[in-house]
């Protein structure tokens, strides 16, 4: 039962989300019983029980909408109560804003302002209970996988290294190393794990969930016959690269090699993966063109306003897209025109004086970047993806970057995984840090993710969040 309980941060979040539609339908039922609690029968405004269950439906939808986009589902989300109040607030504003002008182009969708107001009450509450709940268990040793790793070497030290701080072992124990043959032990003796058992016995006795193999020498290094025995009594075993995949939304490249990558499942190239993607991108940028034309337009006269007539109002700079093709992209001009005179790319730092102060305001807004829907019409870009570099600079980190060029297997984006996770960089070093989940985005990459990036990019646009 115990084991039941400990399970992987996917099936508690899918559990999470679970309650939350769960508890959202109960709070609407709620309000309509007690908005209409004198009627003879509370429910009679609402006798249709299909048109019920749909505006329910819709109901849930907009809030889970709106608590997505705020990154409420992100698994490693790590916020105060004071965060997750704000968070948990401006989400409910979003959906009930959403909600508003649905039932105003959907008429039949309305539920009425008193169950309106009561539900998003009730839902608020409940929902807020609901993360408390979870986060408190999320604490209790009970409801920790118990992690075991096998290796005490270089590889093995990396997880206390990456994964050094509480937030980033939320939904694990970890019990300790066990040296192998051919390691040179680098982790702390007080870590070490003298087995007094044959592995599986021991693991066993201790209740382990998962044993991640982690030693330095994968050649003779693995008692593969035990770990059998293991995965036989049900015992996950886990390679430490997949591990660190599924704990940190990022690929560790000093934990990977090319037949890891090789082997591993993801990197969906099928015709269907790609049609969805296509479609995707087409249905966004239309209607994304539709509603933020006005802004465009004031963005181009703003930029007029500040530089006078004659400068342009466009930038045009080539990058590089899918399979290593050189493509122009468009965006708005927000440094001045001047800004590399003398022919040598630069990177742009966060508070670069080569800005203008309308685009410091464009490229905080990311207004800047609407230009881009031209890009991803003409299949140049994609909405979702890793973001497009300069041919200079991808030529230079390719060389100094193990599997830099991998990026390039899918379109870059507007948007992407690395953006959300991983604020503004200007260095070799922030090239590698957002390669690591560039990485994890075109080995994972489906149509829901690319949705779930889109939702929670409104996150980064309201907080001002990387760049």
């Not at 029980?49 to 505006?55: E, K, N, P, S």
Request: glycine share 8%.
């Amino acid at each position: 039962m115990t084991r039941l309980l400990r399970q992987h941060s996917a099936r508690w979040r899918a559990w999470l989300i679970i309650g939350e539609v769960g508890l959202c339908l109960a709070a609407l039922y709620l309000a309509i019983y007690l908005r209409y609690i004198g009627a003879d029968s509370p429910f009679q405004a609402y006798a249709n029980r299909d048109a019920t269950l749909v505006r329910a439906g819709v109901f849930v939808l907009a809030i889970q909408l709106g608590i997505t986009a705020l990154g409420l589902h992100q698994a490693q989300l790590r916020e105060g109560w004071f965060g997750l109040l704000a968070r948990m607030a401006i989400g409910f504003l979003m959906g009930w804003v959403l909600l508003v002008v649905l039932y105003y182009l959907v008429p039949s969708l309305h539920i009425g302002r008193g169950v309106l107001s009561l539900a998003m009450m009730l839902a608020f509450l409940a929902l807020l209970a609901l993360r408390w709940l979870v986060g408190r268990a999320a604490n209790v040793e009970l409801f920790k996988r118990r992690v075991l790793v096998l290796g005490a070497g270089h590889r093995a030290a990396v997880i206390l290294d990456k994964l050094r701080r509480r937030s980033d072992r939320y939904g694990f124990l970890l019990l300790g190393f066990v040296a192998q043959p051919g390691d040179a032990v680098e982790v702390p003796a007080a870590q070490l794990i003298e087995l007094d058992l044959p592995l599986p016995g021991w693991a066993k006795r201790e209740q382990v969930d998962e044993i991640v193999a982690a030693v330095d020498d994968r050649r003779g290094g693995l008692p593969m016959d035990a770990l059998l025995a293991c995965r036989q009594i049900g015992i996950d075993v886990t390679e430490i690269g997949t591990f660190f995949e599924r704990e940190s939304g990022r690929l560790q490249l000093s934990q990977i090699n090319p037949s890891w990558l090789v082997f591993a499942d993801g990197f969906d190239a099928s015709p269907s993966r790609h049609l969805s993607k296509r479609l995707l991108d087409l249905a966004v940028a239309g209607v994304l063109l539709l509603l933020v034309w006005p802004l465009m337009l004031l963005t181009a006269l703003a930029i007029r306003l500040e530089s006078g007539s004659g400068q342009p109002l466009l930038y045009r700079q080539m990058r590089v897209g899918e399979h290593g093709r050189n493509f122009q992209l468009y965006k708005f001009r927000s440094m001045r025109t001047d800004a590399e005179r003398d022919g040598v790319p630069r990177w742009a730092s966060e508070n670069d004086d080569r800005i203008t102060r309308v685009g410091r305001f464009i490229r905080k807004t990311r207004l800047d970047e609407l230009p881009q829907l031209w890009n991803i019409l003409r299949s140049e870009m994609s909405f979702v993806g890793p973001r497009p570099e300069r041919p200079e600079f991808v030529l230079d980190l390719s060389r100094q970057i193990r599997y830099y060029g991998l990026r390039h297997a899918v379109k870059p984006g507007l948007a992407g995984w690395a953006q959300l996770r991983y604020p503004y960089g200007a260095s070799v070093h922030d090239a590698e840090e957002k390669l690591k989940y560039d990485l994890f985005y075109v080995k994972n990459h489906n149509l829901l993710f690319d949705i779930l990036i889109l939702i929670q990019t409104v996150e980064v646009v309201l907080f001002g969040r990387g760049r």
